[in-house]
């Protein structure tokens, strides 16, 4: 069973910077990539940035340039590191990753998700 266990999270001033991390254990299937999605209260959830198995990342132009998805095989975590942090940047933010089986099929695992609020 895949556990994602993310933190890191907390409370910022406007122009500062967090460092979120995400655990990952129980994946048995073909990794595809992990990534970061939040959710801003009233709002849907929405796509952070990206890293796939082959290390190429991906990211939404709300956050180029301010936000950095990395990966650590050794210790099986992904990281966003966040500068230059906004208001608007302030949600919960989630880890998900999508695996495929053996037999094809694609399987999406979440986190429990870690709370950002970054004043103004």
């Known amino acids: 069973q895949v556990q994602l266990v993310e933190s890191g999270g907390g409370f910022v001033q406007a122009g500062g910077s967090l460092r979120l991390s995400c655990v990952a254990s129980?994946?048995?299937?073909?990794?595809?990539?992990i990534d970061w999605y939040r959710q801003a209260p009233g709002k849907q959830r929405e796509f952070v940035a990206r890293i796939s198995n082959g290390g190429t990342s991906d990211y939404n132009n709300s956050v180029k340039g301010r936000f950095t998805i990395s990966g650590d095989n050794a210790k099986n975590t992904v990281y966003l590191q966040m500068n230059n942090l906004k208001p608007e940047d302030t949600a919960d933010y989630y880890c998900?990753?999508?695996?495929?089986?053996?037999?094809?099929?694609?399987?999406?695992?979440w986190g429990q998700g870690t709370q950002v609020t970054v004043s103004s």
């Open positions: 998900h990753v999508f695996t495929i089986t053996r037999s094809g099929v694609g399987l999406d695992d």
């Open positions: 129980g994946i048995t299937n073909r990794l595809v990539y």
